[in-house]
């Protein structure tokens, strides 16, 4: 019984961190990826199941970390082709790299925006292999089932806004792996999270023409972060998990997400830019 409560305690912890840009206890958000990380590090594994979601076959583990236990998923993709090939579906590409490294990548990235919406992701080896632990979110269906359930937020502006985020985030690191299945949501609270990584960071200095063909719907505070970032600090925080030469493509796609958050700024206006959980108007008279 008290083992239960210790678990039922710690399901509890992984689903009350702060929403996304929330502007309150950034403290206590620091201090609760310390704590999970710590627990995706050390935690001993006491049970793991492979998962048949996914190609790359993750596993599930349970893990116990001082009378708690935590679930995790565990993913070991490594692929590196060099030269130019063509994954299935997808336009040819130098280089194609798909590593569970980018997840751990993602999550910094995502903590450097104030975003949160990347699961806690550490890097550990299990069973004499590398590979990414990331926390598992309790209670989340992803975005597939939840809609064949007709599970539906009171207002669904709750989760336009947040994919309008999503978009911004998968352009700045080049996701070419977004789908149903890799974004979750928690109906207990409506909040959307975001997994499987692996395969971003790509060479590419371009933004998808998908995303610059959408008017921006931000936080104004994802815009200072966005702009504050510097090659330097990026690269310090994924040094070992991304090449200068990726960072450098990443940080191009940051000054062209600036300039079309400017060109929508001037098109739309301020107030519709940044207003971004409430409906999409047409441009501001006068503006072209």
Do not use: C
């Given at each position: ?255 062209q997400l600036l ?19 409430g409906p999409w ?8």
């Amino acid at each position: 019984r008290m083992r239960a409560h210790r678990s039922a305690r710690i399901a509890l912890l992984v689903l009350a961190s702060a929403a996304p840009l929330a502007a309150g206890a950034p403290q206590a958000s620091a201090e609760r990826d310390r704590d999970v990380e710590r627990f995706l590090l050390e935690g001993a594994v006491i049970e793991a199941e492979v998962l048949a979601e996914g190609i790359t076959r993750p596993s599930r583990l349970t893990l116990e970390l001082d009378g708690r236990t935590l679930k995790a998923a565990f993913k070991t993709v490594d692929v590196f082709k060099p030269g130019v090939s063509r994954e299935e579906g997808a336009a040819p590409e130098p280089h194609f790299t798909d590593s569970y490294q980018f997840d751990r990548a993602a999550y910094l990235v995502d903590r450097l925006l104030g975003l949160e919406m990347v699961p806690v992701v550490a890097l550990r080896r299990w069973q004499g292999k590398p590979g990414a632990a990331i926390e598992w979110i309790a209670g989340a269906v992803n975005e597939e089932d939840r809609r064949s359930r007709g599970l539906e937020p009171p207002d669904p502006r709750v989760l336009d806004h947040q994919r309008f985020v999503m978009h911004l985030f998968d352009a700045l690191i080049l996701n070419t792996d977004r789908n149903l299945s890799n974004q979750l949501v928690t109906p207990v609270d409506w909040r959307l999270h975001l997994i499987d990584h692996s395969r971003s960071f790509r060479l590419s200095t371009e933004v998808p023409p998908r995303f610059l063909a959408k008017p921006t719907r931000i936080p104004r505070e994802l815009l200072e972060r966005l702009a504050a970032l510097d090659e330097k600090t990026v690269a310090r925080r994924l040094r070992g998990l991304v090449s200068r030469a990726r960072v450098r493509a990443l940080m191009a796609r940051r000054d062209q997400l600036l300039s079309k958050i400017e060109q929508d700024r001037r098109r739309y206006g301020d107030a519709v830019v940044f207003d971004y959980r409430g409906p999409w108007p047409a441009p501001a008279a006068g503006v072209r």
